[in-house]
């Protein structure tokens, strides 16, 4: 089996960069298949937002702006209580995926300019589940967002999120965005880190013809 592998969290800005970069990508080759494997970039965490955290975010916004010329709003890191806990978002998107895999890159990257462009919490289920619904009904999907959330809030859903976390761990992968290759089971690093969409195309064409040739 051929495919690409996406290791990321939809609340890692450097993800939100690469999102355009990689959608053109996998607009260019359709025939390969996508999956996404979610990082839980602050899974778990359970402190409130500080100022000095939200100082040192906004700064890695700023440049992520800069390089990618993506919308960011300030007022998403000023809730009340906001803490940065990124498991519901990735679980949200597996809960996607268990409903409709080839639809979870779509719902991840909603939940990402839900966050960084429109300043909503994505760390509550009902948001997750009005933006998840959205992107799947209008691909077709019919669901309700009652619906969503029984899939968000199940046990599967909450073990196969941990399970990605694992496996990214296994992987020996420390930072997002982490895009990789397989082919007949083996593993090949595409890029590690925010990069063009023609330094990927460059990357996976080499990848192909050294593993068509091994």
Not at 112 to 132: C, M, N, P, R, W
Request: with cysteine; hydrophobic share 45%.
């Amino acid at each position: 089996m051929t495919k690409l592998i996406y290791i990321a969290d939809p609340m890692c800005s450097w993800c939100y960069g690469f999102g355009p970069e990689l959608t053109t990508l996998r607009d260019g080759i359709p025939e390969l298949r996508f999956e996404v494997v979610l990082g839980g970039l602050r899974a778990y965490n359970k402190e409130l937002m500080d100022e000095a955290l939200k100082t040192t975010l906004l700064s890695h916004w700023e440049k992520v702006a800069e390089t990618s010329g993506l919308p960011f709003s300030d007022e998403a890191l000023s809730g009340k209580d906001f803490i940065y806990d990124t498991e519901p978002a990735c679980r949200a998107v597996v809960a996607a995926r268990m409903l409709a895999p080839d639809v979870a890159l779509d719902v991840f990257h909603a939940i990402q300019h839900g966050f960084y462009a429109e300043a909503l919490d994505v760390t509550k289920g009902d948001v997750l589940a009005k933006i998840s619904v959205a992107v799947l009904n209008k691909a077709g999907i019919t669901i309700s967002e009652e619906d969503f959330l029984a899939t968000w809030s199940s046990e599967d859903a909450i073990t196969s999120t941990n399970n990605d976390f694992q496996q990214m761990q296994r992987w020996g992968v420390t930072g997002f965005p982490t895009l990789v290759f397989e082919r007949s089971g083996e593993l090949y690093l595409v890029t590690s880190g925010f990069a063009r969409t023609e330094v990927l195309v460059e990357r996976l064409q080499a990848l192909v013809d050294q593993t068509s040739d091994s």
